[in-house]
T-cell receptor, first 114, second 115 residues
């Protein structure tokens, strides 16, 4: 398996533009997570899906952020409009439901908003 | 809410020596999972080792082992025979056994290996 695949790996955009980050989880995994990593806040969970349904979105910072999982093999995280403080590395991770399972991370998308 | 604290922002060790990274956590739960993740410059988050709270025996994976002290809520990582490839950020993480499977991360420790 190719692992969790995120695209793009790097994104530079201007303030006010819409940004869409994409994630393909590992085939067969039914839990998907979006994390954000910044120097100030470290790694924090934004949203968590189970069987394509959002379970916990309490970490989504504000209405400018939205996430979807239209099917088991694809998820998007959208920021509209983007702001410089959104600059961070965004990770997608997937796992099988169940307690004794490991979360596998993608390589992350480094977003820079100028 | 659970919290994870890594009190050492940076650590360094001589190649082939042993180093221990500290982690403490706060929870009211009795059953949970603890993890150490490695993040090299490539940004990839790599699972190093994990521990189930209900297991008294400390987990070991080759040169990596943990010292899990449940009563003290402490979960340190020991790296033996340090290698240059061990240089990375190391994150301690907590996951509840109930409800959501989200990981709660510590702030990380940057480990440098001196040749």
């Amino acid at each position: 398996d190719a692992g969790v695949i995120q695209s793009p790996r790097h994104e530079v955009t201007e303030m006010g533009q819409e940004v869409t980050l994409r994630c393909k989880p590992i085939s067969g995994h039914n839990s998907l997570f979006w994390y954000r990593q910044t120097m100030m806040r470290g790694l924090e969970l934004l949203i968590y899906f189970n069987n394509n349904v959002p379970i916990d979105d309490s970490g989504m910072p504000e209405d400018r952020f939205s996430a979807k999982m239209p099917n088991a093999s694809f998820s998007t995280l959208k920021i509209q409009p983007s702001e410089p403080r959104d600059s961070a590395v965004y990770f997608c991770a997937s796992s099988l439901s169940g307690m004794n399972t490991e979360a596998f991370f993608g390589q992350g998308t480094r977003l820079t908003v100028v | 809410a659970q919290t994870v604290t890594q009190s050492q922002p940076e650590m360094s060790v001589q190649e082939a020596e042993t180093v221990t990274l500290s982690c403490t956590y706060d929870t009211s739960e009795s059953d949970y999972y603890l993890f150490w993740y490695k993040q090299p410059p490539s940004r990839q988050m790599i699972l190093v080792i994990r521990q189930e709270a209900y297991k008294q025996q400390n987990a070991t994976e080759n040169r990596f082992s943990v010292n899990f002290q449940k009563a003290a809520k402490s979960f340190s990582l020991k790296i033996s025979d340090s290698q240059l490839g061990d240089a990375a950020m190391y994150f301690c993480a907590y996951r509840s056994s109930q409800g959501a499977q989200k990981l709660v991360f510590g702030q990380g420790t940057r480990l440098t290996i001196n040749p």
